[in-house]
């Protein structure tokens, strides 16, 4: 399946309907009262997230929808029934901007999370809501109004834990085969990854984490050179970045500093929050480094960077110590989830504290 990240369409509520115009005719009864109903309201639009629902690409072939229009209101003082809403179904980690104001309206990041895109309109009233003292054959009635319009932009962000950021051909498609079951392609050519690969990683004592392997960036990626930085979106959701180096490139004249240094300025161009994200240093391809020159050169790198982060050496061809990288990675992400339900642990019994009837009281 083709993987789209971004759509653009146009959705519609359903109109109100209209009141009814209605006076009660029997027989023996000529001259009855006003009996015309109201109309339905229009029905209402909606974005729901569907983990069954990977990829935006059906929104690429239809681009408008529509809500059902109320029905009218009827004589005998019926009134018409309420327009169905129409639930348009989309990816976890979907976002809804309003195309015309650049708003964003919500973001789906839960399976089932529910939006409210457009509201129907309201129903019209009948004639017999017009009856008075004054009035008693009113023939006035209102017209319901028309459903909300919009045209919207969605962006869906893969969610994962974990983000693989390098230049092409740093090895991380190779990476992510080695960790997890995705089969990513791979060859000794840049670019080879297009769009976005998840792979889960499961641990030996079943615990697991997701990882996202996006497209290499080049210099002058903010400007759009390479592919650009479209893919960059994906890696806002993750709690911590991979930043994966060639230690052996096959251009020989390739500097794993300025590789480093070239990404961490594309990031700090796209957005500050992530450009300061943690960041883990990565340095793959070890095997093909001789041994008697692995120290020396991995500290020359550490040196000129003035890394004082955590650094691996892995080779994501034979598995060399990725094991070690993985059980680090899901310790680090276990620590932020302890961290965040203790948080939450402590603001719920903050609220019930303050709920609770004082002594004095």
């Known amino acids: 399946m ?35 109903g109201d109309g339905g309201d229009g029905g209402d639009l909606y974005l729901v997230a569907d983990k069954q629902v990977n990829t935006l690409v059906d929104f690429r072939y239809k681009r408008n929808y529509e809500a059902e229009r109320g029905q009218n209101g009827q004589s ?52 017999l809501r017009y009856k008075s ?28 834990d974990i983000g693989l950021l390098g230049l092409p051909n740093a090895g991380k498609s190779t990476f992510i085969r080695q960790v997890s079951a995705a089969q990513p392609k791979v060859a000794d ?32 990626a903010s400007e759009g050179a390479g592919l650009g930085i479209q893919f960059l979106k994906h890696l806002t959701r993750t709690r911590l970045l991979l930043h994966m180096v060639d230690m052996a490139p096959i251009d020989v004249k390739q500097d794993p500093v300025e590789s480093v240094k070239i990404i961490n ?32 050169l991995c500290q020359e790198v550490l040196d000129r960077l ?19 990288l993985c059980d680090e990675i899901m310790d680090y992400l276990d ?4 961290a965040e339900q203790a948080a939450k642990d402590a603001e719920r019994a903050e609220l019930i504290n303050s709920r609770k009837p004082s002594s004095e009281e």
């Open 2 to 36: 083709k993987f789209v990240d971004e759509a653009k369409i146009t959705v519609r509520a359903g109109d109100g309907g209209n009141g009814c115009l209605s006076f009660r005719r029997e027989k023996y009864i000529p001259f009855g009262g006003p009996d015309g």
């Open 76 to 127: 005998k003082q019926c009134s018409g029934h309420r327009g169905e809403d129409l639930v348009i179904r989309v990816p976890i980690g979907t976002e809804a901007w309003d195309h015309d104001t650049d708003e964003l309206i919500g973001d789906l990041a839960k399976d089932g999370d529910q939006l409210l895109v457009a509201k129907g309109g309201w129903h019209g009233l009948g004639n």
């Open 335 to 338: 620590d932020i989830r302890e």
């Open 306 to 324: 003035d890394w004082k982060g955590k650094v691996f050496r892995v080779s994501g061809n034979s598995g060399e110590g990725c094991d070690q």
């Open 189 to 220: 050519y840049p670019f080879t990854t297009l769009y976005p690969n998840l792979g889960v990683v499961t641990l030996k004592d079943v615990r697991s984490f997701v990882i996202a392997d996006v497209p290499g960036l080049v210099e002058g």
């Open 133 to 160: 003292s004054t009035n008693r054959a009113p023939r006035q009635t209102s017209s319901g109004t028309e459903g909300e319009k919009r045209r919207l932009r969605l962006e869906m962000k893969v969610l994962a």
């Open 265 to 296: 300025k594309e990031l700090e161009r796209y957005s500050d929050a992530l450009g300061s994200q943690d960041q883990w240093l990565v340095l793959n391809k070890m095997d093909l480094v001789p041994e008697d020159i692995r120290d020396d």
